[in-house]
Antibody, heavy 118, light 107 residues
């Protein structure tokens, strides 16, 4: 079955750019009509949707982050990625990648803890 | 943004109890609502989508109902593995938003 796995640095300096990759295994990123999303969760807090992208290039972002975020899909590598720039301590969170087949997130990665600190 | 308000924020219950969690949207979202279960240190898992459709593999003791602004998640007979935090999420409008969560604890 399809599985997702996040990868990237666990520690990033303030003002720098976070780059995370989500690798899709057990199936093709291009099969079905899925969107591929990023969601984050600060420790002890709730969930925040960051944005999503489709293999067609269609993307949607949370306006609260839109000026700082890019989500892209690389079908050749069966991966999609998140770039978030101008980081502050408020961006410290567990970052999840997820598949969205129909207005909900049916498959999630295990999560990647990201700390923003000097 | 559409605000999703869950109540209660926590509930104490025993195995076998019927548990009901509510989620209210700040504006109408038709049936574009999903429910998730999250256990400590784990990713959320999808339970129900489009308000009342049970995700494949989810036990039938979970059910969802509602439309427009008011929704409920019901666990008909609480099992030991159901102690967790539950979130609702709307997908009617961007940005997609989640409720603040309801923690189901052991009584």
């Amino acid at each position: 079955q399809v599985q997702l796995q996040e990868s990237g640095p666990g520690l990033v300096r303030p003002s720098q750019t976070l780059s995370l990759t989500c690798t899709v295994s057990g199936g093709s990123l291009t099969s079905g009509n899925n969107f591929w999303s990023w969601i984050r969760q600060p420790a002890g807090k709730g969930l925040e949707w960051i944005g999503r992208s489709h293999t067609s290039g269609n993307a949607n972002y949370n306006p609260s982050l839109k000026s700082r975020v890019t989500i892209s899909v690389d079908s050749s590598k069966n991966q999609f990625s998140l770039k978030l720039n101008s980081l502050t301590a408020a961006d410290t969170a567990v970052y999840y990648c997820a598949r969205e087949p129909f207005a909900s997130f049916d498959i999630w990665g295990q999560g990647a803890m990201v700390t923003v600190s000097s | 943004d559409i605000q999703m308000t869950q109540s209660p924020s926590s509930v104490s219950a025993s195995v076998g109890d019927r548990v009901t969690i509510t989620c209210r949207a700040s504006q109408g979202i038709s049936t574009w609502l999903a429910w998730y279960q999250q256990k400590p240190g784990k990713a959320p898992e999808l339970l129900i989508y489009v308000a009342s459709t049970l995700q494949s593999g989810v036990p039938s003791r979970f059910s969802g109902s509602g439309s427009d602004t008011d929704f409920t998640l019901t666990i008909s007979s609480l099992q030991p593995e159901d102690f967790a935090t539950y979130y609702c999420q709307q997908s009617n409008n961007f940005p997609f938003t989640f409720g603040g969560g309801t923690k189901v604890e052991v009584k």
